[in-house]
């Protein structure tokens, strides 16, 4: 998943999809900037939406815990953590698909396909931000950290499933909502069936705005004959959308109940579900930057749900 800039937004080096005037390419020096764009630092929506269930899960356990707030330590660690291995996975991504990258007009850019970062270089650099996020891991419990071990078979997948399927949003569904389940283990150092319905619904979150995110390459896609929920879904995209959002909104609202939520939480939810029916009500998915805009929108879907879990566990802390 990546970002686009406005057209002609970038600054001289920058790829076509990069954020405008990120500090990447005003600030950084020369020799970092390619890995920098391999690691997707200019884009930085990939790490947001890695994030969003790791915190969702940290401040449905304070809600369970009737804490004030979600653990701070964790809440930090859990952001370095997402911006290392959403880097290290989509470095990952890229040596396993520099040759189709290289047949795609906006993708042959690309630190790996253009030379700007030979293979071995780009391995170096995904073994030293594993090594970041396997730092941050080992600050958790034993529990935790072993499942933090066993979403690495989804990640290491990941990059093939479009070679054999045109559903590899599951797998990514599979492998980016695995937060869900950390930020709570991280608390109890176990799970529960409230983090599991919280899983099971960032899934089908990730399903929707992956699928909008896909419109912008079904051509390109369909052409070097790799697979997407685009292409299934095509001119009935708008209902799959509405479905995969409205059975988030349902898993959230019963793992809600499970942790005897309040309402605060419930009209963040609310709020969230009011996004989404922009989302599905707005998208062309004919036009790149509208679904663009609208696939990086679900960050502040991610905001208003975890503010009403948040507000929800502060009322309740300090209301009793």
Known sequence: MLEKAAPGATTAGALPDSVARH????????????????ARWDRPIGWWLLLWPCWWSAALASVQAEGAFPNIWHMI??????VA????????????DQDIDAKVARTRARPIP??????????????LQCLVGLLVLVQFNAFTIMLGFASLVFVAIYPFMKRVTHWPQIVLGISFSWGALVGWSAVFGSLAVAPVLLYLGA?????AYDTIYAHQDKEDDALIGIGSTAQVFGEFTRPALAGFFALTILLMAIAFVLVDASVIAFIGLLAAAGHFAWQVLTL?????DNCLTRFRSNRDAGTIIFAGLCLDALVRAIFG
């Open 114 to 127: 253009s030379g700007a970062v030979s293979w071995q270089q780009a391995l170096l650099f995904l073994f």
């Open 203 to 207: 899934i089908s979150w990730t399903m």
């Open 85 to 96: 291995m959403r880097g290290a996975g989509c470095t990952y991504n890229d040596l396993v």
């Open 284 to 288: 062309d998915i004919d036009d790149a």
């Open 77 to 82: 660690l859990f952001l370095i953590g997402a």
């Open 23 to 38: 500090w990447l390419d005003r600030y950084a020096p020369d020799w970092l900037k390619p890995y920098g764009r391999l």
